[in-house]
């Protein structure tokens, strides 16, 4: 009876064993024998016989410290409460179908911890609810759970969640199926199936950070918008004086298509913050597309600087391929063109709203919509992954060639082999790094870390200006030189070997 104690690891290990073995442990604390009520700490039950023929919904109350029991008319005080649809009844075979109602500490029984939990279970209990022999889902008539509480912290969201044991390697909390609707004194879930239910109370923001940040993105790419067109317009004026150094110019090129889809970002998150919640219907799926396209091409075109990168320092190809830089255009404006038509034919893009734990509307924007969630995190979140992942790989192996160059000569002087680094490490942090910051604002709400996203990301298009003058001017002979140099000699190095 007490497994978890005994063995720590059935808690989070993903071996075949242990999985059994917690399948058999919740399907115990579900039936709740006679062995398990009287040998497990933390672990309160009530069984009641309900007929098939009932003509009212059954209501159960709870509490952390007493555990479940029928409702009591005249009960006061902190109770959660559960209303069983009378539809659960009726579609069972049998006349009496037994109702096991448990009320667990997950601290006393050891189980129900998900790994990586960002959100605390109210008062550490779990209900579990169980009707007959078999698992009940897909209920048209939800099973309500009322959890009481007194009045939450602004900073706190309530969340109705229930245990899935597929859910990782050793099971964690999942939202599906269940709608959460938050109260003063309790927040009622309502779930179309029959489980393990609890509340998780997650951090979130405060409607003042949210609007702060808000006022700080909206202020950081209108500056940006203004540095994007001095970067392009210092792009081409040093295109122009650079007519014969086909490197610097492709090089440059390749940066201004960046800056470029940087600047219409932008100008896009601008329009859409301004606009989006007076538009129409069609007018905003429109512009959530547009939104859409300008972010994966900013995310295409850190890709093809990373490919460019690997190509000039390790391939020596980049600027022997004919019509180069043609060919990155029309993948870079290209390619998110077919993944939003994609997303744009299933009806993916409408009004999406920005909220605070309170259901308070911060904002609204055209983009994604909540139904479509999961194009969100596969064009978005996973694509970047992907690119982030890529670029570091990049990045490892540029400074291993650009050591390698030094070692045998290649590069010279401190000063060289700096203007070699910093290129790759300008793109690695310039194009990736402050992105990445995402990955570590997701679930929480660390304040320091979304204003530092937010202002990193806004204000991306004035740090490639600032590194680009920095590179390229006012020595920018000597840039273009170096890099041909570090070309030519791992041509003749690549020769020699054959």
């Not at 606009?275 to 295409?300: A, N, W």
Request: aromatic share 10%; glycine share 10%; with cysteine.
């Amino acid at each position: 009876p007490d497994l978890p104690r005994q063995c720590p690891e059935l808690r989070s290990s993903g071996s075949p064993a242990c999985a059994c073995l917690r399948e058999l442990w919740l399907e115990l604390l579900q039936s709740a024998g006679q062995v398990l009520r009287s040998r497990v700490a933390g672990l309160k039950v009530l069984f009641l016989n309900i007929s098939r023929a009932v003509t009212h919904d059954v209501l159960i109350v709870f509490s952390p410290t007493e555990g479940p029991r029928t409702l009591n008319m005249t009960e006061k005080g902190k109770t959660g409460k559960i209303q069983l649809p009378r539809e659960i009844f009726r579609s069972l075979s049998s006349r009496i179908a037994r109702v096991v109602v448990t009320v667990l500490n997950i601290q006393q029984i050891g189980m129900f911890e998900e790994s990586n939990q960002t959100g605390q279970v109210l008062d550490n209990t779990v209900v579990g609810i169980r009707v007959g022999e078999t698992s009940i889902s897909g209920l048209r008539d939800p099973v309500q759970l009322t959890f009481a509480h007194e009045q939450l912290p602004r900073a706190v969201t309530p969340q109705c969640v229930f245990w899935d044991a597929s859910k990782g390697q050793a099971g964690g909390w999942s939202s599906r199926g269940c709608i959460t609707q938050p109260g003063n004194k309790g927040t009622v879930c309502s779930c179309n199936h029959l489980t393990f239910f609890t509340l998780l109370l997650n951090p979130s923001l405060e409607g003042s950070t949210a609007q702060a940040l808000m006022a700080v993105a909206t202020t950081g790419c209108g500056v940006a918008v203004a540095f994007s067109i001095f970067t392009i317009a210092f792009c081409i004026f040093l295109r122009c004086r650079f007519r014969m150094e086909e490197t610097l110019r492709t090089n440059l090129g390749l940066h201004m298509n960046l800056v470029g889809s940087l600047l219409l970002l932008n100008l896009a998150f601008l329009l859409n913050s301004g606009l989006s919640g007076g538009t129409r219907p069609g007018t905003c799926k429109v512009l959530g597309g547009i939104t859409h396209y300008c972010l994966l091409c900013c995310f295409t075109w850190m890709a093809l600087e990373g490919c460019h990168l690997y190509l000039l320092f390790v391939k020596v190809l980049g600027t022997y391929v004919r019509h180069y830089l043609v060919k990155l255009c029309l993948v870079g404006w290209g390619l998110p063109v077919l993944v939003v038509g994609v997303a744009g034919v299933i009806g993916s893009y409408g009004q999406y709203s920005i909220q605070t734990m309170d259901h308070q509307v911060i904002a609204h924007l055209c983009w994604i919509t909540s139904k479509h969630l999961l194009v969100h995190y596969i064009t978005n979140c996973g694509y970047f992954t992907l690119i982030f992942l890529f670029n570091t790989a990049v990045f490892g192996v540029v400074t291993q060639k650009s050591c390698s160059l030094r070692g045998t000569g290649a590069v010279q002087g401190d000063r060289k082999a700096w203007k070699v680094a910093l290129v790759a490490l300008g793109l690695f942090c310039l194009l990736g790094a402050t992105w990445a910051l995402a990955f570590l604002t997701h679930g929480t709400s660390s304040a320091p870390l979304l204003y530092l996203f937010t202002i990193l990301n806004s204000l991306q298009g004035i740090f490639i200006f600032i590194w680009l003058v920095v590179l390229y001017y006012p020595k920018t002979k000597e840039t273009a030189g170096s890099l041909s140099h570090t070309i030519r000699h791992d041509k003749t190095t690549a020769a020699s070997q054959d």
